[in-house]
C-alpha cells in the first residue's frame, strides 16, 4: 500500500516539477486555441520589424577622442620619468687556456716498446720517452727515439 503511495506521489511530484521548469511545454499542452498563440505571435513579429533599427555607433566616436558627444575632452600631456640606462658590468672572462700540442700516445706507446726491444727496462724508456716529449711533439716514431738516443749519448 505504502509502494503504491510513494509511486504516485513520485510520479505526481516529477510531473509538476517538469511543467514548471518548462513553462513553454505547459503553454503549448494546455492551450486551448492554437491559432490565437501563432496570430499573436505574428503581430509581434509585425510590430518588432516596425519599430527603427538603432544606428551602429559610427567608428570616429567609438575609439579615442570624443567618445561621449556631451564631454569635450583635450588631450593633456604630463611629463613623464623615463628610466636611464646604466649598463651592467659583466665579469671578466678568463682567456680559456688552450692545450698545448702533444705527441699521439701511439707514437709514444711505439717508442717505448722499439727502445725496450733494444734492451731498455720499460720504466726507463717511459722516463726517456717523456722527458724528450715535454719540449716537443713529434710526428713521427724514428725522430722519438732519435731524439731520446741523442740525450743518452748511447
Known amino acids: 500500500m505504502?509502494?503504491?503511495?510513494?509511486?504516485?506521489?513520485?510520479?505526481?511530484?516529477?510531473?509538476?516539477?517538469?511543467?514548471?521548469?518548462?513553462?513553454?511545454?505547459?503553454?503549448?499542452?494546455f492551450s486551448a486555441d492554437m491559432d490565437e498563440r501563432r496570430d499573436t505571435k505574428k503581430r509581434k513579429m509585425f510590430l518588432k520589424m516596425q519599430q527603427p533599427q538603432r544606428q551602429q555607433p559610427n567608428t570616429e566616436r567609438e575609439f579615442g577622442f570624443r567618445k561621449f558627444a556631451?564631454?569635450?575632452?583635450?588631450?593633456?600631456?604630463?611629463?613623464?620619468?623615463?628610466p636611464v640606462y646604466k649598463p651592467v658590468k659583466t665579469p671578466a672572462r678568463k682567456p680559456v687556456k688552450t692545450p698545448k700540442p702533444q705527441t699521439s700516445s701511439r707514437i709514444i706507446e711505439d717508442a717505448i716498446s722499439a727502445l725496450m726491444s733494444v734492451g731498455y727496462k720499460k720504466t726507463e724508456a717511459k722516463k726517456l720517452v717523456n722527458e724528450v716529449c715535454k719540449d716537443k711533439v713529434f710526428s713521427d716514431v724514428i725522430e722519438v727515439i732519435k731524439a731520446t738516443m741523442s740525450r743518452t749519448d748511447v
Do not use: R
Open 70 to 82: 556631451c564631454v569635450e575632452e583635450e588631450a593633456i600631456y604630463e611629463p613623464v620619468d623615463i
Open 2 to 29: 505504502l509502494e503504491v503511495a510513494f509511486t504516485q506521489f513520485c510520479f505526481w511530484f516529477i510531473t509538476v516539477a517538469f511543467f514548471w521548469l518548462f513553462p513553454s511545454v505547459t503553454k503549448v499542452i
